[in-house]
């Protein structure tokens, strides 16, 4: 049973272009969501978050936007840059009666073209 | 501020052999993690610490996989005797806690052949 679903395995942008990466869930008890970042032989790092009492977070290049009825987030990153090239995951958690534990979906390799 | 640590970096092993990973999480994190992302799909969680504790281990194959965190700080994490469909990516790591913190360490790839 998958929770969360990235279903674009790949995405390919022109440097200074937007790019949009998609995540789906299922489970009406996550509250709180976050998208990592990885690059070949590194762990993921974070990158942003969000709570389910907003619908959006920015952080310089990089948005995300909850929308709660359509259990649907996305991450926007304008301009793309060559060196966001990596592999994206969404995360989520139900903080209630929170442990931490994260669900990740697949994972999108996003390719940023110079 | 130190990251997290792993070990080794990769590790080659022949099915039904034993193997096991070490992590040294960032000091002062009580929580550790052990995730396991197989190729082409996102990290998984096998167990959960709290200090020594073990907070969550659902999906921790408890046949052949265990681990443990002495004094609350390093951890390792064994498999044994080892499958093809162990062959993964084994991440440690470690928060103050809840998942804001989330510190990942680099991983140990491991392929069972």
């Known amino acids: 049973d998958q929770q969360v679903k990235q279903n674009s395995p790949s995405l390919s942008v022109q440097e200074g272009r937007i790019s949009i990466l998609n995540c789906d869930y299922t489970?009406?008890?996550?509250?709180?969501f976050l998208w990592y970042k990885k690059y070949p032989a590194e762990g993921p790092t974070f990158l942003i978050s969000?709570?389910?009492?907003?619908d959006k977070n920015e952080d310089g290049r990089f948005t995300v936007f909850l929308n709660k009825s359509a259990k649907h987030l996305s991450l926007h990153i304008v301009p793309s840059q060559p060196g966001d090239s990596a592999v994206y995951f969404c995360?989520?958690?139900?903080?209630?009666?929170?442990?931490?534990?994260?669900?990740f979906g697949q994972g999108t390799t996003l390719q940023v073209k110079p | 501020e130190a990251g997290v640590a792993q070990s080794p970096r990769y590790k080659i092993i022949e099915k039904r052999q034993s193997v096991a990973f070490w992590c040294n999480p960032i000091?002062?994190?009580?929580?550790l993690y052990w995730y396991q992302q197989i190729l082409g799909q996102g990290p998984k969680l096998l167990i959960q610490?709290?200090?020594?504790?073990?907070?969550?281990d659902s999906q921790l194959p408890k046949d052949r996989f265990s681990a443990e965190r002495l004094k609350g700080v390093d951890s390792t994490l064994k498999i044994q005797p080892a499958k093809l469909e162990d062959s993964a990516v084994y991440l440690c790591?470690?928060?103050?806690?809840?998942?804001?913190?989330?510190?990942f360490g680099s991983g140990t790839r491991l392929t069972v052949v």
């Open positions: 790591a470690s928060s103050l806690g809840g998942q804001r913190g989330y510190t």
């Open positions: 489970n009406s008890m996550f509250d709180y």
């Open positions: 969000i709570s389910s009492i907003k």
């Open positions: 995360a989520a958690s139900a903080t209630s009666g929170n442990t931490g534990k994260l669900i």
């Open positions: 000091s002062g994190h009580a929580t």
């Open positions: 610490f709290q200090n020594n504790g073990v907070v969550d």
